[in-house]
């Protein structure tokens, strides 16, 4: 994917799996996402770019409700799923983070064996009938993550004992191990070294074949690599939302070329 | 004539500060680089006056006393001591103590006022010269301090290395302390077992304390065995643990991850309040609320149950306990990382299956730390067991009995008037010792199991 030039990325449209419409996020009286409209798409990656504290973050953790975890943050205007309100009091949303996972910014693999790390969501959702079942997906979901080779041997080690990367490739197997239909990864890279993030950065790309993935990053070249849509996000206005090609060779907002030309973030 | 001395050395010292601070600002001001900065040049000769000499103040008040008494004896005419026993030498030496404090018992002879005038004048000799020596060893070590100011001198080092001296001196008081305890318990412990058989004292199911004090006196010969009085231990610390662990760990779980805002700033407070209360008013509590509903409540039933229950003691122990159990299991779920938190519910887990499989086995050292020391507590609680337990040693396991425990009995073997050298006394040593080696056992191997089985988060 490295040698296929930004522009010639030919834009393939596929389904809108999420759809956000006049979204607003109050902490308090504090405004901190204003009227944001955004389509995206199943099997694609959407990245969202932007300076810090412009929103991108607290706009993911809406797409599956993490928000509520934080008393004060309230989420008004539409997002749906497939066509369905996940704010819809009938939404529970412990379903929700089940069909939506999160890979967050630092790996925070549980205090637990690999094994019990990525078993730990199958488990609580009763995906699996038996313990050979269990062994199948956890050996698919490290599969999936580019580390079952790393750690098939040591199944039973802690997962806090792996290195950085491995960590959080184990955040993104026990993620997959749900089987999600949408993946967030909130700056999955940014506490890891260049060759982790290389390697993450190959897994994202081959998890979009199955997954719609939404991807906020602070670095503009790991948004062209990966992504092939990319909103920008300042100050709380999602400014520009486009395919990844159009938005870094021939952004329309003038804030979006200040940006990604460097001139302001 | 020591605080004169006391006072003398930190007005040396202090001015030995000021002079060193003095000095090396102003081998600063004339451009040198210096390695230390002025104030520990200044702090250098601070404390290398005050540590020793302090020291020294403290030796010689330690040594003045018998240095001098044996001076004023050997002082004494010739003969005088001769033949007499090391009880008169000591009455001889007091009176001639009163004589110079001004008391005079009847009509002394001259050599005890001589010996007395004598007495004075060493007292005051050796507080003259203890002013001398400090002024001359404080003084001493202040220039010796301010000779060694220059733009190489490392004060910063010799200050650090000084303080640090001083931190190990302070942690190593607590472990001495320690030590000291059960040096001196194990001591009196190996008196009792001169004149009771370990064996009788470990396996006896008897405890019956009573021995005749004098040789006439009509009694029983005492029984000696412990188990009986630890097995009441054990029963009012179990009884106790059943309340406090399951309402402590609940309350903490409940005010860590469920209690709204409000809820948790008004909950928290009072559970505090409960901790601070005086375990004699829990004793109150014990005798005067928990005691009698306990009887009435087997009346009711029909169960005849005694006014001291293990029961009622150990339920007011548990309360006691909640507060402990409930703040250890708050902090311990609070120090759990909100990443972890973030996780499980990333991944669809509702709070209850983050409480159980997330945060309470990241928690678990933390709040088995929290009950181990609710067991220590439990076990060496004295008060409300001495008002609402009884004191007759029994082999039950009944909590609707009556039973006693090693610190009640500890308690009423040391009351009155009591003589340290027959076992009726020495036996509350062998209890303290054995209370003693079973909070340790207990400690030690919890802290092995709490290491075996942890999920560190770090």
Redesign the interface.
């Known amino acids: 994917m490295y040698d296929n030039p930004l522009t010639k990325r030919t834009a393939v449209t596929h389904e809108v799996k999420i759809s956000a419409r006049g979204v607003n996020v109050f902490y308090g009286e504090n405004r901190a996402i204003k009227d944001v409209d955004v389509d995206i798409e199943d099997k694609t990656v959407t990245a969202f770019i932007g300076p810090s504290g412009c929103g991108k973050s607290t706009f993911l953790r809406c797409l599956?409700r993490?928000n509520d975890?934080i008393?004060i943050c309230s989420v008004k205007g539409l997002i749906t799923l497939d066509g369905e309100d996940i704010y819809a009091p009938s939404i529970d949303p412990?379903?929700?983070?089940?069909?939506v996972?999160?890979v967050?910014q630092?790996p925070?693999?549980?205090?637990?064996s690999i094994y019990d790390n990525v078993g730990?969501?199958p488990k609580?959702?009763g995906m699996a009938q038996s313990r050979a079942d269990l062994d199948e997906i956890v050996e698919r979901a490290l599969r999936r993550a580019a580390l079952w080779e790393e750690v098939k041997d040591r199944l039973s080690s802690?997962g806090?004992g792996l290195s950085g990367g491995q960590q959080q490739r184990l955040?993104i197997a026990?993620?997959v191990a749900?089987e999600p239909e949408v993946l967030l990864m909130d700056e999955p890279c940014s506490a890891l070294d260049p060759i982790a993030t290389a390697q993450v950065e190959e897994l994202i790309d081959e998890l979009r074949e199955q997954y719609s993935v939404v991807i906020v990053t602070h670095s503009m070249q790991q948004a062209a690599r990966v992504s092939q849509k990319t909103a920008f996000f300042h100050l709380g206005h999602l400014v520009e939302f486009g395919e990844t090609g159009q938005i870094f060779t021939n952004p329309h907002d003038p804030r979006t070329e200040s940006y990604i030309t460097g001139r302001i973030g | 004539m020591t605080s004169l001395a006391f006072s003398l050395l930190f007005a040396l010292a202090i001015a030995g500060y000021v002079w060193n601070l003095m000095a090396a600002r102003s081998i600063r001001q004339s451009g040198a680089r210096m390695h230390s900065l002025s104030g520990f040049h200044g702090m250098y000769s601070f404390l290398l006056a005050v540590v020793p000499v302090m020291v020294l103040i403290l030796v010689w008040q330690v040594l003045k006393g018998p240095v001098i008494d044996r001076m004023v004896l050997g002082g004494l005419p010739p003969g005088t001591l001769d033949g007499v026993n090391a009880g008169a030498v000591q009455l001889i030496l007091s009176e001639i103590k009163s004589l110079a404090g001004g008391r005079t018992f009847g009509t002394p002879e001259d050599w005890k006022i001589e010996a007395a005038e004598r007495l004075v004048g060493l007292r005051q000799t050796a507080a003259y010269s203890l002013v001398g020596l400090v002024a001359v060893v404080a003084g001493g070590l202040v220039l010796f301090a301010r000779l060694r100011v220059g733009a190489e001198f490392r004060a910063r080092h010799r200050v650090e290395r000084i303080v640090s001296g001083l931190m190990i001196f302070c942690a190593s008081v607590a472990i001495f302390v320690t030590l000291g305890i059960a040096g001196s318990l194990m001591f009196e412990t190996y008196r009792f077992f001169e004149r009771v058989p370990l064996t009788e004292f470990l396996f006896g199911l008897n405890w019956e304390p009573q021995i005749p004090l004098r040789e006439d006196q009509i009694a029983a010969e005492g029984a000696f065995g412990w188990i009986p009085v630890f097995l009441g231990t054990i029963v009012i610390t179990v009884v106790a643990l059943f309340i406090a662990i399951p309402v402590g760990l609940l309350s903490g779980i409940y005010l860590n991850e469920f209690a709204p805002?409000r809820m948790r700033a008004v909950a928290k407070p009072i559970l505090e309040i409960l901790a601070g209360v005086p375990t004699v008013v829990y004793g109150f509590f014990a005798i005067l609320t928990v005691a009698p509903a306990i009887r009435s409540a087997g009346a009711a039933l029909g169960i005849d149950i005694a006014p001291n229950t293990a029961l009622a003691a150990g339920s007011v122990m548990g309360i006691m306990l909640i507060p402990f159990i409930s703040s250890f299991a708050d902090d311990a779920l609070s120090a759990v990382?909100q990443?972890?938190?973030?996780?499980?519910?990333?991944?669809?887990?509702?709070r209850a299956?983050m409480m159980t499989?997330?945060l309470f086995?990241?928690a678990i050292p933390g709040i088995v730390g929290g009950i181990l020391l609710a067991v220590s507590r439990a076990i060496g609680e004295t008060m409300i067991v001495v008002m609402a337990a009884g004191l007759i040693a029994k082999m039950t396991i009944n909590p609707l009995d009556s039973v006693t425990t090693v610190t009640v009995q500890i308690v009423t073997l040391l009351i009155g008037d009591t003589s340290f050298d027959n076992p009726k006394t020495l036996a509350a040593f062998a209890l303290g010792m054995m209370l003693f080696l079973v909070t340790l056992v207990i400690n030690v191997f919890a802290l092995r199991i709490v290491r075996k089985y942890r999920?560190?988060?770090?």
Request: proline content about 10%; charged content about 25%; overall charge positive.
């Open positions: 599956n993490m975890t008393d412990v379903q929700l983070r089940a069909k996972g999160m967050f630092k925070n693999p549980f205090p637990k730990y969501g609580i959702h802690p806090t955040c026990r993620a749900t | 805002r990382p990443a972890l938190r973030d996780g499980a519910l990333g991944l669809g887990a509702t299956e499989t997330v086995p990241a999920e560190a988060y770090d």
